[in-house]
């Protein structure tokens, strides 16, 4: 088992002319963390988008929303559907427990169904290097994954399963459960990023996924990441947070802060402790306050306390 942490060797060089694009979902969450209510934009697809933004990188988004979704905190990203498609968007209610437990109900399920490739303008969906899907529910079928990977075949492409692995139930609650496709759709990416609490065997399921050629990272909150790459684990310790205001979204901004990294760079490892970085200080702001520079990611990298 090798072991490695510390810190990351800065690449002056940044990448915002590459484009980007995310296939997920966006929402409005309502979290609830130890008595504290607040609303703000959600989703995978916001949060990684805000974090390519902030990255120099103008991501586009693919998912439907509603007019009640704020598109003025993503000012930089291009949508699709350029306008509200429906009325309500995809609704998320995450209840945050003492111990770091999230439980979590949604609503406004009939909004979120994935928009199929096909129905796309060519415009939107060309020219992309960076290409994340990263569905919430687990209503994305093996089939329409298959036509995103096959339209990208030379491209990066990235997972975030975590939808996958969810049911909801009559009453809105997500559960967990098994993802019956996983053997089929796990070969098509090169990186797949998850968490320890997506599924109780992760660390098991990313070394046999690994061994099949991608690059599989399992977060883990506080506690820093496994990297696995062709069966070996890399552990990466979590940088130190003086400050924390916000959970969620952290796993979805170390994903994209990982793609952007591993993109230039080509080094899993060192993609990771940037992505560490980039997660651990997003914790200090609010979801709809997720705005810093490049240069505050690399000031943090090498000066803990800042």
Known sequence: MLKKSGFIKILPVKISMVKAIIFGNLTIDENII?????????????????????????????ARYGKDFP????????????????????????????????YQWIKNQQYA???????????????????IVA?????ITSKQINRICCYYSDRIKILLPQGLYRKVTKGGSILHQNWSQAEEIIPLFDI???????????????????????VVI?????????????????????????????????????AAAFAYDYYKSRKAIDSAIFANAVSAYSLRFMPNQLQY?????VNFIRYPKY
């Open 113 to 131: 169904e994935p928009i199929p490739m096909e129905e796309i303008p060519q415009d939107i969906i060309q020219n992309k290097e960076i290409i």
């Open 135 to 139: 569905p919430l529910i687990n209503n």
């Open 293 to 297: 520079s490049y240069q505050d990611f």
């Open 218 to 254: 399992v977060t883990k909150s506080g506690q820093g990441c496994n990297v696995y790459q062709r069966g070996q684990i890399f552990l990466i310790k979590a940088r130190q947070v003086i400050k924390i205001v916000n959970l969620s979204g952290a796993g979805d901004i170390f």
């Open 34 to 62: 130890l008595g504290k209510k607040f609303s703000s934009p959600g989703g995978s697809a916001y949060f990684c988008a805000k974090t390519l933004e902030n990255l120099g990188i103008i991501p586009t988004i693919v």
């Open 71 to 102: 598109k003025k905190y993503l000012a930089k990203s291009i949508f699709y559907p350029l306008k509200a498609s429906d009325d309500k968007t995809l609704f998320f209610r995450n209840l945050y427990t003492k111990n770091g437990n999230r």
């Open 192 to 214: 797949i990023i998850f968490s320890n609490k997506d599924y109780y065997k992760a660390n098991k399921l990313a070394k046999n996924w690994s061994r099949k050629g991608a």
